[in-house]
């Protein structure tokens, strides 16, 4: 079936990808621990390297650590002087993390903020915080909506906002749906659209990870 293809495809670009040990090592780390496998897959973690530094990001906030795999990709696009937040409200979890993120070296330059991170960017948001310079929407679905507005208040002109998994099968598309996990990406689009502030475009993806997608807005 096209999943094959699509497992296929993803398994022929992975050297171009190059995901290393350390990458690997934390996929491994976290399986080891019992953790969902619903992290970005390698080239997804790439794209968001990628994103950082043509951003040249130097602050970069992301929301849903899980074993920190994508933390990984994104810090290593940090300068030296750079900075990544990362919300996670799962103490396991971000106990994963926090080893991952020290055997890849990066202890130095990432924050694991344990607690929902609604109250995490709200407390950054009062702190008046330096804004992010990329900020990845990664963790609960249903409260897309609301770190989209937290997003945006902790941004610059120019910050990129990415949200994953806003395709979902294509169940984004049913008007109807009643899953919270729909409903929350649909709810966060309709803020998209009437923000005026914000150019966006959605991705559709395929691979190791099936069919969905990220939104991408830019903050003006
Ligand atoms: N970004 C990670 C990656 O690609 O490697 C995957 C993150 S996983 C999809 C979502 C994470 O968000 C889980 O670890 C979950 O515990 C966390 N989470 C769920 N609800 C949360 C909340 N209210 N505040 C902070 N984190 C939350």
């Known amino acids: 079936g096209p999943a094959a293809t699509w497992d296929a495809v993803d398994a022929y670009f992975g050297p171009l990808v190059g995901e290393d040990d350390v990458l690997a090592a934390a996929t491994t780390r976290a399986r080891a621990a019992g953790l969902p ?16 530094l043509t951003a040249g990001a130097r602050r970069v906030l992301e929301v849903g650590t899980l074993g920190g795999y994508s933390t990984i990709w994104l ?9 990544l937040v990362t919300c996670e409200i799962d103490a396991a979890h971000a106990a994963v993390a926090r080893e991952s993120l020290a055997q890849a070296g990066l202890a130095g330059v990432v924050d694991i903020v344990l607690g929902p991170a609604a109250d995490t960017l709200r407390r950054l948001v009062d702190e008046g915080v330096e804004p992010f310079d990329l900020v990845f929407v ?11 507005d937290l997003a945006v208040r902790l941004s610059r002109p120019g910050t990129l906002i990415v949200v994953d998994n806003t395709v979902r099968g294509g169940a984004v598309a049913d008007a109807a749906s009643t899953d919270p996990n729909v409903l929350g990406v649909r709810e966060m689009v309709d803020r998209v659209v009437a923000d005026p502030r ?18 991408l807005a830019r903050v003006r």
Do not use: H, M
Not at 37 to 52: D, F, K, T, W, Y
Not at 138 to 148: F, I, R
């Open 75 to 83: 810090a290593r696009a940090l300068p030296s002087d750079g900075a």
């Open 138 to 148: 990664d963790a609960d679905k249903p409260s897309n909506p609301v770190y989209l």
């Open 198 to 215: 914000l150019d966006a475009t959605a991705v559709q993806t395929v691979g190791s990870k099936g069919y969905d997608g990220f939104v």
């Open 37 to 52: 496998e619903i992290q970005v897959s390698p080239a997804q973690g790439r794209l968001l390297q990628l994103l950082a």
